[in-house]
C-alpha cells in the first residue's frame, strides 16, 4: 500500500514507459473487472503531434463557462504531477492520487508485464473521474492514438490537431505511418475534427472516416485569422465575429478554432445545451505556452520541443515582437532533432544560450553548442544559475525565450515560482 504521493508516482513510474507488440487486451481485461467506469463517462478525444493540450484548455474553458463539471486528462504535467489528472482545472489532490493508486495496484493482476506507467495513471483517471461525476472529461493520447492507453473510450467527438514528426521510431518513418497511427482513435459512427491541413494526409482522414462511417470536420475552412499581439489573438470562426483569446500564436488560433467547432457540434447534437453561444474560450490559458513571466523587457516561457513547435514559435516571435532582438535559453531532450531545432532559433536568434534541465535524457549543453554557428554564448550544466544570467543581462530592445523541452520548462516553471 503506498500513503504518499511520492510512495504513489514512484509506483506508477515503476512500470516502463513504452512497450513493444502492444495491444489493449490487458486495459480491457482489468477495465471489466473493475465495472467498466470509463463507459460511464462522457467523454472528448483528442489526438495530434502539437496542440492537443492548449486545445483542451480551450474546450475546459468553454464548457466551465457554461456550468458543467469537466475532467481533463493530459500529459505531461508541468508544475504537479496531479495536473494530468484535473477537474475545473483544479488538479488531483495528493489524497485521491494515493486512494485510487491503491486501488488499481490491488485490482491488478499478478503478472503485470503489459502494462505501462501510462495506462496505470489512464485506469487512475477513470476511477477519479467517474466517483467525482464530471459532466465530460476530456482525454489527451499520449503517443499516437491506435494503441494508446486511453484508446479505451467510446467518445462522442474525436479530434486529431495535426500530424508531425515526433515519436517516429514508434509511430513510422512516414507523415502517412504517423496519420494512420492517430486516426486509430476513430470511432464508428463518431465525428473527427481536424485542423491538419496537408492534402495527402486529409484525403486518408477522409477514407478512413468513410470507411467508420464518422463525419469528417474541417474547422479551418470555415475561420479566418484577423491580427495578434504579445498577449493575445483575434479571429473569425463561423458566424462568430472578432473571438478574442489570451493565448498568443497562429497555431493558437488553429487549437481555439478546433475547440470552438467541438463545443458547437456539443451544444445541438449532445446534452450540452447550456454552452454559449460563441462558446466563451477568452480566458483559456495553458501553463507553459508561450506564457510571459516578466513584461519588459519581455522573458516568455514556451514548451516548443519539436520541429512544429519551434516552427510555430519563431514565427509567432516574428509577428508580436517584430523589433525586439530575441534571445534563447534553450535545453532538448535527445528523444528530439536539437539540430534541426537550434536551426530553425538561429534564424531569428540574438544568441541563444545552451543548459541542461533536471531530466535524465537532457542533452548536454556542450553537445547542443556544437549545432549552434552563430554569436557563442555560454554554456550552463545548471539551469537556474544560467536563469539568473539570462535575466541579468537581458536589455530593454530583447525578449528572452526559454524553450526546448516541456520537461525543462517545468523545471524553469517550478524555480520562479519558489524564487518569487
Known amino acids: 500500500m503506498v500513503t504518499t504521493e511520492a510512495e504513489a508516482t514512484s509506483w506508477i513510474y515503476s512500470f516502463s514507459a513504452n512497450k513493444s507488440g502492444r ?29 492537443k493540450g492548449s486545445t483542451v484548455a480551450f474546450m475546459r474553458e468553454g464548457l466551465m463557462q457554461a456550468g458543467y463539471k469537466v475532467a481533463t486528462f493530459t500529459s505531461p504535467f508541468i508544475t504537479c504531477f496531479g495536473e494530468r489528472m484535473s477537474i475545473n482545472n483544479t488538479p488531483m489532490s495528493e489524497v485521491d492520487l494515493v486512494k485510487y493508486t491503491n486501488i488499481i495496484k490491488s485490482s491488478l493482476p499478478s503478472t503485470t508485464c503489459e502494462y505501462t506507467s501510462f495506462d496505470i495513471i489512464t485506469l487512475i483517471s477513470f476511477l477519479y473521474f467517474v ?55 476513430v470511432k464508428e459512427k463518431v465525428p473527427l475534427f481536424t485542423t491538419e491541413e496537408d492534402p495527402d494526409l486529409l484525403a486518408e482522414f477522409d477514407k478512413i472516416c468513410q470507411g467508420k462511417n464518422a463525419y469528417l470536420h474541417q474547422p479551418l475552412k470555415n475561420a479566418e485569422f484577423k491580427f495578434m499581439s504579445p498577449y493575445g489573438v483575434c479571429f473569425d470562426c463561423r458566424e462568430y465575429k472578432n473571438i478574442i483569446i489570451r493565448m498568443s500564436g497562429e497555431h493558437q488560433f488553429k487549437n481555439a478554432v478546433l475547440a470552438i467547432t467541438i463545443l458547437e457540434y456539443l451544444r445541438f447534437a449532445d446534452d450540452f445545451g447550456k454552452i454559449h453561444f460563441p462558446p466563451r474560450v477568452t480566458n483559456a490559458t495553458w501553463q507553459g505556452r508561450f506564457e510571459h513571466v516578466q513584461e519588459e523587457p519581455a522573458v516568455v516561457l514556451d514548451g516548443a520541443h519539436n520541429l512544429e513547435s519551434i516552427q510555430s514559435l519563431t514565427n509567432t516571435l516574428k509577428l508580436v515582437y517584430p523589433d525586439q532582438k530575441k534571445r534563447f535559453l534553450f535545453s532538448a531532450i535527445a528523444t528530439k532533432d536539437a539540430k534541426k531545432m537550434i536551426e530553425i532559433l538561429s534564424e531569428i536568434a540574438e544568441g541563444i544560450t545552451f543548459t541542461k534541465g533536471t531530466n535524465p535524457e537532457s542533452i548536454a549543453p556542450e553537445v547542443l553548442a556544437q549545432y549552434y554557428n552563430g554569436l557563442f554564448d555560454p554554456m550552463y550544466g545548471d539551469y537556474e544559475k544560467a536563469i539568473e544570467l539570462e535575466l541579468e543581462k537581458l536589455k530593454d530592445d530583447e525578449v528572452l525565450v526559454i524553450c526546448g523541452s516541456l520537461y525543462f520548462i517545468s523545471d524553469v516553471r517550478r524555480y520562479l515560482l519558489e524564487k518569487g
Open 23 to 51: 495491444c489493449l487486451d490487458h486495459l480491457h481485461e482489468i477495465l471489466t473487472k473493475l465495472d467498466d467506469p470509463h463507459k460511464k463517462l462522457k467523454t472528448i478525444h483528442i489526438a495530434g503531434t502539437n496542440g
Open 131 to 185: 466517483e467525482a461525476t464530471v459532466d465530460i472529461a476530456i482525454y489527451e493520447t499520449g503517443i499516437g492514438g491506435r494503441l494508446d492507453s486511453t484508446n479505451v473510450i467510446l467518445p462522442l467527438v474525436s479530434a486529431i490537431t495535426n500530424v508531425g514528426h515526433d515519436h517516429a521510431e514508434v509511430l513510422g518513418d512516414t507523415q502517412l505511418e504517423r496519420a494512420l497511427e492517430k486516426l486509430g482513435i
